[in-house]
């Protein structure tokens, strides 16, 4: 393995560029740094056309507008969290919510007529409107259609989200139903209610089974005027390694704050310098962003039998002997189920690697990656990833390389194209876990009733969610090679060939060999897009009388 020192020694310095000082008491906490606690309660609430209703929703979103949790509350908590982690002297057990509200375009254009202004016509058409550009069933008899879905749908809409975060369950549920009464108290409908947890037994795992949430990108920034008072904390050696400033966790790529942002900079061609100032229009937009909402139910049954089915098929064929469930899946995937990389190991999973922070995330496709210098003085033990660029260990339609390219390049660009489609995931699992996923159906009390409750923040609905779920994901060419579909989370919706998602991987002597299957074993059964205002623009403009 090569030393950090050698390593640095042949490297040219790192170039620090200067970050801004982000108006952390003007933007929601949910979208800087974002809410990542084990428990959610999600409230969705309808506003009658009245105008007496609509004064009592003002005057709520005013009072409410003293509680929503700011990005400084919510980057302190999360430093608190951090600190209390890694001390080793016993701290009482940190236990708070947060809570943030956002819009739908149907709510906030009742509450302000500039809504209409705002250039999204995704937000303003709405999810369920959008659906068959998302790849989604058009079959009225299809659960995933939106005429069955469960919130958002044609026929439950949805004017606001109230997303309540904390530590614990109790703690949640005792903040979720204070809102809840005084949101009954002024005349709102309460149309949908349901509560996310981390998984008890499998913690930050989603329902397949796979470590979630390892790839995040950071947001550049700081919180005060102290130059080393970075948003996203930074952990390669400065000065030692021109990595330094491209990533937070080594791995984690650093977008300037436009990208999750109404009125910032987006990242340019070069990550290092800003790009252009992403228009606020309304003006009272800038420091708000866009929130999707996806209730996304899991066939966790469906999935492990078709892996193990598909695993069967593949370990008959030369270059494929000893094929399992669990090592098709992790190539579909991109990982295994501790969150290690294929990349990194690709014989089988390594949890120790999987389990560590400041290894899980640094891999590259394209080129070799190398050990970076860290602060800590931590040094990553791991095998490092080899250059892969025709996908014989990651396949290109993994999941994790249809959602983020890293190094390669793409059908829209060089490898900073990856930049601007990256987005925040602040969502959790909701339904108990299914602990044997081949017993059958009546033996599992949830009846199916599991998933994820997909949260995501981005500044554009159009040119990052809607574009990785369309372009990349659900295209068998894009974003590089016909490697196939993102059979794990895309979704196929050509007229020709009956929702079938495909995917070329490759066996041990580069044999190829392409897996298909139509099983839809994630389906949507809600959701919606929403618009999460600044703390200056809930008080001046969507609660205000004037």
């Given at each position: 393995m090569e030393e950090p020192s050698k390593l640095a020694a042949n490297q040219p310095l790192a170039v620090t560029p200067v970050e801004p000082v982000l108006p952390m008491s003007e933007i929601q906490g949910i979208v800087v740094p974002g809410f990542f606690k084990p428990h959610q309660t999600l409230l969705g609430i309808v506003c009658g056309e009245k105008p007496e209703r609509l004064e009592q929703f003002k005057r709520l979103l005013l009072e409410l507008s003293k509680e929503i949790s700011t990005a400084s509350q919510t980057l302190n908590d999360r430093r608190e969290f951090r600190a209390s982690r890694m001390s080793k002297a016993k701290k009482p057990k940190i236990n708070r919510t947060l809570i943030a509200l956002a819009l739908s375009y149907s709510g906030?254009?009742?509450?302000t007529l500039s809504a209409d202004a705002i250039p999204s016509n995704a937000f303003r058409q709405g999810m369920a409107a959008r659906s068959t550009f998302l790849g989604d069933p058009t079959d009225p008899k299809n659960e995933g259609s939106p005429l069955n879905w469960k919130v958002g749908g044609h026929a439950s809409p949805v004017d606001a989200l109230i997303v309540v975060a904390g530590d614990a369950r109790s703690g949640v549920d005792h903040t979720a139903e204070r809102l809840a009464r005084r949101l009954?108290?002024?005349?709102?409908?309460?149309?949908?209610?349901?509560?996310?947890?981390?998984?008890?037994?499998?913690?930050g795992h989603e329902h397949f089974g796979?470590?979630?949430?390892?790839?995040?990108?950071?947001?550049?920034?700081?919180?005060?005027?102290?130059p080393d008072d970075f948003i996203t904390p930074r952990h390669i050696a400065a000065a030692q390694h021109p990595e330094h400033s491209l990533f937070g966790y080594p791995g984690q790529d650093l977008v300037w704050p436009g990208v999750l942002l109404l009125g910032h900079s987006v990242t340019s061609p070069d990550p290092l310098i800003p790009g252009t100032e992403l228009p606020a229009v309304p003006d009272w937009t800038r420091n708000g962003s866009f929130l999707v909402f996806r209730r996304l139910r899991q066939d966790v049954r469906l999935f492990w039998r078709t892996m193990n089915r598909e695993a069967q098929r593949l370990s008959a064929l030369p270059g494929f002997a000893g094929m399992t469930a669990e090592k098709l899946a992790s190539r579909i995937v991109g990982r295994w189920k501790s969150g290690a990389p294929v990349n990194r190991v690709p014989a089988a999973d390594d949890p120790t690697l999987g389990s560590q922070p400041l290894a899980s995330n640094h891999?590259?496709?394209?080129?070799?990656?190398?050990?970076?210098?860290?602060?800590?003085?931590?040094?990553?033990?791991?095998?490092?990833s080899k250059a892969d660029p025709a996908g014989t260990t990651c396949p290109w339609a993994a999941h994790i390389r249809k959602v983020n390219t890293r190094d390669s390049g793409t059908d829209t660009g060089g490898r900073d194209s990856t930049y601007i489609r990256r987005l925040l995931r602040v969502g959790v699992p909701f339904g108990k876990s299914l602990k044997d996923p081949f017993s059958e159906e009546k033996d599992d009390p949830q009846k199916g009733n599991r998933g994820l409750l997909f949260l995501?923040?981005?500044?554009?609905?159009?040119?990052?969610?809607?574009?990785?779920?369309?372009?990349?994901?659900?295209?068998?060419?894009?974003?590089?090679?016909?490697?196939?579909?993102?059979?794990?989370?895309?979704?196929?919706?050509?007229?020709?060939?009956?929702?079938?998602?495909k995917c070329v991987i490759f066996g041990s002597g580069l044999q190829q060999s392409t897996v298909a299957t139509s099983a839809q074993w994630i389906i949507p059964t809600g959701g919606e897009y929403f618009f999460v205002p600044s703390l200056t623009a809930l008080l001046q403009v969507i609660g205000s009388s004037a």
């Open positions: 906030l254009k009742k509450l009954t108290k002024a005349g709102l409908n309460i149309v949908y209610r349901e509560n996310g947890d981390v998984r008890s037994d499998d913690p796979f470590d979630d949430g390892i790839s995040q990108p950071g947001i550049r920034g700081r919180a005060t005027d102290a891999f590259r496709f394209d080129s070799d990656a190398t050990v970076l210098p860290l602060n800590s003085g931590y040094v990553d033990p791991f095998p490092q995501s923040i981005q500044s554009s609905i159009e040119d990052q969610f809607e574009f990785l779920m369309a372009r990349w994901m659900g295209d068998s060419t894009r974003p590089k090679t016909p490697g196939g579909h993102d059979v794990l989370v895309g979704q196929n919706d050509t007229a020709s060939e009956r929702r079938i998602r």
